[in-house]
């Protein structure tokens, strides 16, 4: 018996833990946002100077604005490629299915260097000049593979008769799709545009290759500030961006909360 | 399927417009790829008052960034502001145009000690813009003297508490100069010697680190600092009483970051009239008071702040700054001193 009260013990300290591991830096980088300092070495007051300066920042404002496009950009496009592949790929045999299969997560595995390398060769091939445009496209690119794998995933775990079942009571195919199929797939497709969300307004690497003349996104403008010295300008931003993703999330999760009843989603 | 097909519409018109409305502003615009705070606003809203030309800023982190964006060839970049080193790498690549010096009244106003150096010679693709050093930032509580020399950083009173760049130019730099040597030194033997240098001082190094070597100095965790004046001057700023920097006596490296043109640039009208304006006197001062880095425009000194002026961690001495040198490509050398350095890092 008190074995059991050891182990629950110990396991919440091991909980307790993994979770501090996990936020600390992020609670940190919030509490840094509002620190008089300059450096983010050591805490010399509360100030919400850097918010106001945030404000001024023209360039980092528009870096935002740039983060903010691509991302939602990417992801309506990728779940819009993304999701048909999948649908394929759950519920229909055709020749190249393994093929076509492999290819389609190849961008996940793929380096992402090799990636920015190759699209870069690729726009310069094409002579499409790079722009905000060159960096949506290149975000697309590896992002269509996450949203074909995780709907897919959610397709695997349907029971296939529901949407017989629609089909034996007189419903059209592209009905069946839209009162069945979407409504049971659609929290896989929304998981996977948060997915897609997150990696596009955080990608760097693939970014620096194929931005162009105003496609300066945040994660490039803060790699920039390390010359100079990154400012808790960047905390500050950085957080509005937290509290904008926790949002996010919690609105999703709300969603995702209210099954569907009878399925006419909107 | 219908709303999906109409999605697809509307994304393909957006993408034609935008590259049209791109196309007709072009004229108006000058597209610069810069450094990180390196040019002011002030700055850039008088150049746009006066001509009526939209500047664009965007920023790198780093010179191959640079390089990496000229050699796509689809970059529409109008001025580039590489290092000394990189403008070497892109003039034989035909990456950045010659520069019409007719065009560029103002390029009389510029130091001729930052004209005329091994990586361009006669400055036919590049001109100075802003450079600086690398040296010592030390806490002046815990230190025993005033520091001068790189002799500090292999100083067996401070074991433990002195951090070094990560970088195998500027670790061997260190290391030479204070054998009296040229940074660009190729003589094996004495790069040995250098090498054994390194590896006795490895037993007194907290830490090589390239990145955050300021924050720690200002944080407490090192004493002394081997690393950019830029970021160090910005921590002794706030902490002067504490904190300074200095190049040693016998000088450090130096690097000049440069304007060029790229090959091919779309705006050269625009770009031009943007390098002439930054090389006016007023502007140049203008950049250096805000940037807080040296200039290269001679013509602006008495018109820079006083303070920045005097700062010996933005301007050092005339006679410490002879001995600075500016990091130039070794050749197969660099291969034995990356093998010198590995030896010395995995020890």
Same mark, same amino acid.
């Given at each position: 018996?008190?074995?059991?009260?050891?182990?629950?013990?110990?396991?919440?300290?091991?909980?307790?833990?993994?979770?501090?591991?996990?936020?600390?830096?992020?609670?940190?980088?919030?509490?840094?946002?509002?620190?008089?300092?300059?450096?983010?070495?050591?805490?010399?007051?509360?100030?919400?100077?850097?918010?106001?300066?945030?404000?001024? @920042?023209?360039?980092?404002?528009?870096?935002?604005?740039?983060?903010? #496009?691509?991302?939602?950009?990417?992801?309506?496009?990728?779940?819009?490629?993304?999701?048909?592949?999948?649908?394929?790929?759950?519920?229909?045999?055709?020749?190249?299915?393994?093929?076509?299969?492999?290819? =389609?997560?190849?961008?996940?595995?793929?380096?992402?260097? *090799?990636?920015?390398?190759?699209?870069?060769?690729?726009?310069?091939?094409?002579?499409?000049?790079?722009? =905000?445009?060159?960096?949506? /496209?290149?975000?697309?690119?590896?992002?269509?593979?996450?949203?074909?794998?995780? *709907?897919?995933?959610?397709? !695997?775990?349907?029971?296939?008769?529901?949407?017989? !079942?629609?089909?034996?009571?007189?419903?059209?195919?592209?009905?069946?799709?839209?009162?069945?199929?979407?409504?049971?797939?659609?929290?896989?497709?929304? !998981?996977?545009?948060?997915?897609?969300?997150?990696?596009?307004?955080?990608?760097?690497? $693939?970014?620096?290759?194929?931005?162009?003349?105003?496609?300066?996104?945040?994660?490039?403008? $803060?790699?920039?500030?390390? &010359?100079?010295?990154?400012?808790?300008?960047? @905390?500050?931003?950085?957080?509005?961006?937290?509290?904008?993703?926790?949002?996010? $999330?919690?609105?999703?999760?709300?969603?995702?909360?209210?099954?569907?009843?009878?399925?006419?989603?909107? | 399927?219908?709303?999906?097909?109409?999605?697809?519409?509307?994304?393909?018109?957006?993408?034609?417009?935008?590259?049209?409305?791109?196309?007709? *502003?072009?004229? &108006?615009?000058?597209?610069?790829? $810069?450094?990180? @705070?390196?040019?002011?606003?002030?700055?850039?809203?008088?150049?746009?008052?006066?001509?009526?030309?939209?500047?664009?800023?965007?920023?790198?982190?780093?010179?191959?960034?640079?390089?990496?964006?000229?050699?796509?060839?689809?970059?529409?970049?109008? /001025?580039?502001?590489?290092?000394?080193?990189?403008?070497?790498?892109?003039?034989?690549?035909?990456?950045?145009?010659?520069?019409?010096?007719?065009?560029?009244?103002?390029?009389?106003?510029?130091?001729?000690?930052?004209?005329?150096?091994?990586?361009?010679?006669?400055?036919?693709?590049?001109?100075?813009?802003?450079?600086?050093?690398?040296?010592?930032?030390?806490?002046?509580?815990?230190?025993?003297?005033?520091?001068?020399?790189?002799?500090?950083?292999?100083?067996?009173?401070?074991?433990?508490?002195?951090?070094?760049?990560?970088?195998?130019?500027?670790?061997?730099?260190?290391?030479?100069?204070?054998?009296?040597?040229? /940074?660009?030194?190729?003589?094996?033997?004495?790069?040995?010697?250098?090498?054994?240098?390194?590896?006795?001082?490895?037993?007194?190094?907290?830490?090589?680190?390239?990145?955050?070597?300021?924050?720690? #100095?200002?944080?407490?965790?090192?004493?002394?600092?081997?690393?950019?004046?830029?970021?160090?001057?910005?921590?002794?700023?706030?902490?002067?009483?504490?904190?300074?920097?200095?190049?040693?006596?016998?000088?450090?490296?130096?690097?000049?970051?440069?304007? !060029?043109?790229? &090959?091919?640039?779309?705006? #050269?009208?625009?770009?031009?009239?943007?390098?002439?304006?930054?090389?006016?006197?007023?502007?140049?001062?203008? /950049?250096?008071?805000?940037?807080?880095?040296?200039?290269?425009?001679?013509?602006?000194?008495?018109?820079?702040?006083?303070?920045?002026?005097?700062?010996?961690?933005?301007?050092?001495?005339?006679?410490? =700054?002879?001995?600075?040198?500016?990091?130039?490509?070794?050749?197969?050398?660099?291969?034995?001193?990356?093998?010198?350095?590995?030896?010395?890092?995995?020890?």
């Amino acid at each position: 018996m008190n074995g059991g009260g050891w182990q629950r013990r110990w396991l919440a300290a091991h909980t307790a833990l993994v979770y501090l591991f996990l936020y600390a830096p992020i609670a940190v980088l919030v509490v840094f946002s509002f620190n008089a300092a300059r450096q983010t070495a050591f805490w010399q007051g509360f100030t919400l100077d850097w918010y106001r300066r945030l404000l001024d @920042n023209a360039l980092l404002f528009r870096s935002v604005r740039n983060s903010l #496009l691509v991302a939602g950009l990417t992801t309506v496009a990728a779940v819009l490629l993304g999701t048909p592949a999948a649908l394929a790929l759950a519920r229909h045999e055709f020749r190249g299915k393994r093929t076509t299969q492999a290819l =389609l997560y190849l961008p996940v595995i793929i380096p992402e260097v *090799v990636l920015g390398a190759a699209l870069v060769t690729f726009f310069g091939a094409v002579e499409l000049r790079l722009s =905000l445009w060159t960096v949506v /496209i290149a975000h697309v690119v590896f992002s269509v593979s996450y949203v074909a794998i995780v *709907v897919r995933a959610r397709l !695997a775990g349907l029971d296939p008769t529901l949407e017989e !079942a629609a089909r034996d009571l007189g419903a059209s195919s592209f009905e069946t799709f839209r009162r069945v199929t979407l409504p049971l797939a659609a929290p896989g497709i929304l !998981a996977s545009a948060l997915l897609v969300f997150t990696l596009s307004i955080d990608d760097y690497v $693939i970014t620096s290759f194929v931005a162009g003349v105003g496609a300066t996104t945040l994660p490039l403008h $803060i790699y920039s500030m390390l &010359k100079v010295g990154v400012t808790p300008e960047v @905390n500050a931003v950085s957080t509005l961006l937290l509290a904008g993703t926790i949002l996010l $999330i919690v609105i999703a999760h709300r969603l995702l909360q209210d099954p569907p009843a009878t399925g006419d989603p909107k | 399927m219908k709303r999906f097909f109409l999605i697809a519409c509307a994304a393909a018109i957006l993408v034609s417009c935008g590259d049209k409305i791109s196309v007709e *502003v072009v004229r &108006k615009e000058v597209n610069v790829y $810069i450094w990180t @705070n390196y040019l002011p606003r002030e700055v850039i809203a008088g150049f746009e008052k006066r001509t009526g030309i939209r500047v664009s800023v965007d920023t790198y982190d780093s010179n191959e960034a640079v390089l990496a964006k000229l050699q796509s060839g689809v970059a529409d970049y109008d /001025i580039v502001v590489p290092s000394d080193y990189m403008v070497k790498i892109l003039v034989p690549q035909g990456l950045v145009q010659p520069l019409d010096r007719a065009r560029l009244p103002h390029f009389k106003n510029l130091d001729p000690r930052f004209l005329n150096q091994a990586y361009d010679p006669g400055n036919g693709h590049s001109l100075p813009y802003l450079w600086g050093t690398t040296g010592i930032g030390y806490d002046k509580r815990k230190v025993k003297e005033p520091i001068d020399s790189w002799q500090a950083l292999f100083d067996e009173r401070y074991a433990g508490r002195i951090l070094m760049l990560d970088d195998v130019r500027e670790a061997f730099g260190a290391a030479l100069k204070l054998m009296g040597k040229s /940074i660009n030194e190729t003589d094996p033997a004495t790069l040995r010697r250098a090498a054994a240098m390194l590896k006795a001082q490895k037993r007194l190094v907290r830490t090589y680190n390239s990145s955050d070597f300021a924050n720690l #100095l200002a944080a407490g965790d090192v004493d002394l600092a081997q690393g950019y004046n830029g970021e160090i001057a910005e921590v002794v700023g706030n902490a002067p009483d504490r904190l300074a920097y200095v190049v040693p006596k016998e000088g450090g490296t130096l690097w000049i970051d440069n304007l !060029a043109i790229p &090959k091919g640039a779309r705006n #050269l009208d625009a770009a031009y009239a943007f390098i002439d304006y930054v090389l006016e006197p007023e502007t140049a001062a203008k /950049i250096v008071n805000g940037v807080h880095y040296a200039g290269a425009n001679r013509a602006a000194w008495p018109l820079i702040d006083d303070k920045i002026r005097r700062d010996p961690a933005i301007y050092p001495p005339e006679e410490v =700054l002879d001995r600075c040198e500016l990091i130039e490509d070794l050749g197969k050398t660099l291969q034995l001193m990356d093998e010198l350095w590995t030896e010395i890092k995995a020890q």
